[in-house]
């Protein structure tokens, strides 16, 4: 990094939650001492209004849009016209009001669901629209890829620069261990953990197990987005990933071992297994700003585990 972000006002919605932690946490290391953080009970950024008031108070030459409504399979399925709904509107309203404020350059961060249901591994950009999302997550991905349009169609008519990032699935200290809410990681992790706890004898896993996803640790996306933020200007979405994918049969026996947990793991098929593969290549990335994951999963879990063994006390 250089001096780039010491002087600029920040504005980084969803800096409160798991990614934006570590976002803001770099941004400070960084001599950022403009960083506005917009928290729902005093900004709701599904309202006009109040994204006026959060612009005219920040003033900022940089946003950074990672605030989202989000979840693992159970949470998409419960709630697709919420996810849609807040989603997009606060990605259309968030924009055009920059827009109209003349922010000098919004980072939209957007979500591997947004690729087709059967798209060609490793994803590449030019496939994103070859296809429908995975039907259990495409309401999320669809109203988040609409970023991307409105991103190139205002660069295209205004020269406003917006970028799209898409990062893939992130998992690290300080995710969400809901079980109710959360993504695979975390959910096997807490399985485990719990399982040992209570001398459980087997732990249950939806679906088959036979699907594969990729995994970034959140200080490695959270780089890649201030990289991006720095040095990348063009309209083109931009993956953020690793380039290796892990059948989740084999993330959780890793986990399982990671977690000294020793029983039986149970495959549930009759719940969904979500798209087929997730693996991203990430070679533009590398390409325009520089960016490659340091991070191995092992090393990550392992991070990953000890922090949430903290937080319970254990």
Request: proline share 5%; hydrophobic share 40%.
């Amino acid at each position: 990094m250089t001096p780039f972000f010491e002087d600029k006002s920040i504005v980084v919605t969803g800096g409160a939650g798991f990614l934006g932690l570590e976002v803001v946490r770099r941004l400070e290391a960084e001599g950022c001492r403009k960083i506005v953080v917009p928290r729902s009970r005093e900004f709701d950024l599904t309202r006009e209004d109040a994204i006026r008031r959060l612009l005219e108070l920040a003033q900022p030459d940089l946003v950074l849009h990672l605030a989202a409504v989000v979840g693992g399979i159970g949470a998409n399925r419960m709630h697709p016209g919420e996810f849609f709904y807040k989603n997009l509107i606060m990605g259309v309203q968030l924009i055009e009001m920059a827009r109209k404020y003349k922010v000098s350059k919004l980072v939209a961060i957007g979500t591997i669901c947004s690729y087709p249901k059967f798209t060609p591994v490793p994803f590449s950009e030019q496939d994103l629209w070859n296809g429908y999302p995975e039907e259990t997550n495409a309401p999320y991905g669809l109203a988040k890829k609409m970023m991307l349009v409105q991103s190139q169609s205002y660069r295209q008519e205004y020269g406003f620069n917006s970028i799209f990032l898409l990062p893939v699935n992130l998992y690290g200290p300080g995710d969400n261990f809901d079980l109710q809410t959360s993504h695979v990681i975390p959910a096997l992790i807490r399985k485990c953990l719990e399982a040992n706890q209570r001398g459980d004898s087997e732990i249950e896993v939806w679906g088959t197990g036979e699907v594969s996803r990729e995994f970034l640790y959140v200080a490695d996306a959270a780089e890649g987005i201030l990289l991006a933020a720095e040095h990348y200007n063009q309209s083109e979405p931009v993956n953020l990933g690793v380039g290796r994918e892990i059948l989740v049969k084999d993330l959780v026996r890793l986990i399982a071992d990671l977690t000294g947990f020793r029983g039986r793991i149970r495959f549930d098929p009759s719940k969904p297994d979500g798209q087929p593969r997730r693996c991203l290549n990430s070679a533009r990335a590398e390409r325009e700003f520089g960016f490659k994951a340091k991070t191995s999963l092992e090393d990550g879990l392992r991070k990953t585990i000890d922090w949430y063994r903290q937080q319970r006390g254990w």
